[in-house]
């Protein structure tokens, strides 16, 4: 997103720049339209969080119509609970999150990530998957990039978000917070009527959604 947008002042962000940046990720980075979504969604609630600041005034976002992508039958998020969660979701919770939407890493991948396995500098993860067993290496968004150096800085043990051992136990209660206590809070502050469902939604939700 910075390789992109960062040279533009955050009031000087148009829909037209908005839909160039579609574009380009699109055709020059050859990201497929879901993944396309997601870093919108994420750009507009940048820009919410700029309102709320007073900031901004309008969400350039608004004007952009959502990419039109076929899914499975599997759970897919839309842009405004996405918009929810990051709004409600902080810290070590959030950057789980954020993880597993743009690597599309399982639960248990994400618990287990180490420093080692995540080069800042070359923006990559690489771990072996659970169910393959097989190395991969996945790149890294620049944004992503900025949240995990600064998480670094606070939790600079072996791993990323636990440093004992993930046993499918772990992974559970893992999967049972984000899907019942964090997901409830946010049904709680927000109408119900308004969030497509929320109840839902699982942390396989959001690798599903890529």
């Known amino acids: 997103m910075v390789k992109y947008l960062g040279n533009y002042p955050l009031n000087k962000i148009t829909a037209f720049i908005i839909e160039k940046y579609r574009i380009d990720r699109k055709e020059k980075d050859k990201i497929k339209d879901s993944s396309v979504n997601v870093d919108i969604a ?23 119509k959502k990419l039109k992508v076929t899914y499975s039958k599997d759970r897919i998020l839309s842009n405004h609970e996405i918009a929810l969660l990051f709004d409600k979701l902080h810290g070590k919770d959030r ?7 743009f690597t599309g890493m399982r639960l248990g991948e994400v618990l ?4 080692q396995e995540t080069d800042l ?6 771990f072996t998957q ?21 998480h670094k800085e ?7 978000f636990e440093s004992g051992e993930i046993t499918n136990a772990v992974v559970i209660r893992h999967s049972e917070h984000f899907s019942h206590s964090t997901i409830e809070k946010v049904r709680r502050k927000y109408d119900t009527a308004n969030i497509d469902k929320l109840y839902d939604i699982t942390i396989q939700t959001l690798r599903k959604y890529l």
Do not use: C
């Open 112 to 115: 287990r990530l180490t420093w």
């Open 130 to 150: 659970n169910k393959t067993g097989k190395a991969v290496s996945i790149p890294l968004s620049d944004y992503l990039i900025e949240e995990l150096v600064r």
């Open 154 to 160: 606070q939790n600079p043990g072996d791993g990323v």
């Open 42 to 64: 994420v750009l507009s609630h940048i820009f919410n969080t700029a309102i709320k600041a007073g900031i901004l005034d309008k969400n350039p976002r608004l004007d952009v």
């Open 121 to 126: 500098a070359k923006g990559l993860i690489t």
């Open 95 to 101: 950057l789980m999150v954020l993880v597993g939407l």
